[in-house]
């Protein structure tokens, strides 16, 4: 079983940056593309930033120029660097990951990690 395993989350002020992390527990072949979702109280859990292996990677607009989504250097690795971070920014992250293996589409979806941003 692919555990997804994240971790950066925490408590800043507003205007700080962090860097949230999500690993594969094991190599897995056929990842289409990797992402990061988040959910606030009461929300939706809504699509932040996406990357495909090839390195296309889009953006909801609330987070465009603030939110770097990228690849690490090992597989099955994606980061989210978060600058000038906002209250409204408040919610719990998940990572997810696609897979397409002949033909089959499989989602993994991480624990979720918890982002506060308060004065």
């Known amino acids: 079983q692919v555990q997804l395993v994240e971790s950066g989350g925490g408590l800043v002020q507003p205007g700080a940056s962090l860097t949230l992390s999500c690993e594969a527990s094991?190599?897995?072949?056929?990842?289409?593309?990797m992402g990061w979702f988040r959910q606030a109280p009461g929300n939706e859990r809504d699509l932040v930033a996406k990357?495909?292996?090839?390195?296309?990677?889009n953006y909801t607009d609330s987070v465009k120029g603030r939110f770097t989504i990228f690849k690490g250097t090992r597989k099955n690795l994606v980061y989210l660097q978060m600058n000038n971070l906002k209250p409204e920014d408040t919610a719990t992250y998940y990572c997810?990951?696609?897979?397409?293996?002949?033909?089959?589409?499989?989602?993994?979806w991480g624990q979720g990690t918890q982002v506060t941003v308060s004065s």
């Open positions: 997810r990951f696609w897979r397409n293996f002949q033909g089959i589409l499989t989602d993994y």
């Open positions: 094991r190599s897995v072949v056929g990842i289409a593309a």
């Open positions: 990357i495909t292996t090839r390195g296309i990677a």
